[in-house]
């Protein structure tokens, strides 16, 4: 089961059945199925709050992911700032539906395993999100 909430934002206007069957999706792309994921979306503050607390990181953020995984089933909660998916979609010339997509998507991609921080890891992110994308 997959959940959206918001914390201090709007909710977004996404077309939660559709989404969810493109998580779905997506996890199967990779194996894996969907147990319980829950998203939050919150606004740059909380965000900050919450990498502070959780990540001892003080910085903002577009998404944090706690991964609850069982083998090959997917569970974990995938914070969102909307705020810097704004920024963001902005800076990178995309539209707010693109970037909050990716963003979305991102966070299932972790759960699948796939990092972005090491060396290399960005773009094998950057080709699984575009990858991702195609089948939304």
């Not at 918001?6 to 939660?16: E, F, N």
């Not at 577009?62 to 909660?77: P, Q, R, Y």
């Not at 963003?103 to 950057?126: A, S, T």
């Given at each position: 089961?997959?959940?959206y909430q918001a914390d201090g934002v709007k909710m977004p206007k996404l077309r939660k059945?559709?989404?969810?069957?493109?998580?779905?999706?997506?996890?199967?792309a990779h194996g894996r199925k969907i147990g319980e994921i829950g998203?939050?979306?919150v606004n740059d503050e909380?965000?900050?709050?919450?990498?502070?607390q959780y990540l001892g990181h003080d910085y903002y953020t577009d998404i944090i992911t706690f991964d609850d995984d069982e083998d090959d089933?997917?569970?974990?909660?995938?914070?969102?700032s909307l705020d810097t998916v704004k920024s963001n979609?902005?800076?990178?010339?995309?539209?707010?539906?693109?970037e909050?997509?990716?963003?979305?998507?991102?966070?299932?991609?972790?759960?699948?395993?796939?990092?972005d921080k090491g060396p290399g890891?960005?773009?094998?992110?950057?080709?699984?999100e575009n990858a991702a994308l195609e089948m939304l």
């Amino acid at each position: 089961m997959i959940s959206y909430q918001a914390d201090g934002v709007k909710m977004p206007k996404l077309r939660k059945r559709d989404t969810t069957a493109w998580i779905k999706r997506v996890a199967a792309a990779h194996g894996r199925k969907i147990g319980e994921i829950g998203y939050m979306f919150v606004n740059d503050e909380k965000m900050l709050e919450a990498n502070k607390q959780y990540l001892g990181h003080d910085y903002y953020t577009d998404i944090i992911t706690f991964d609850d995984d069982e083998d090959d089933v997917l569970n974990g909660d995938i914070l969102i700032s909307l705020d810097t998916v704004k920024s963001n979609a902005e800076k990178f010339h995309k539209s707010y539906d693109n970037e909050l997509h990716r963003v979305i998507i991102h966070g299932i991609l972790h759960l699948c395993g796939i990092n972005d921080k090491g060396p290399g890891e960005r773009e094998i992110m950057e080709a699984n999100e575009n990858a991702a994308l195609e089948m939304l």
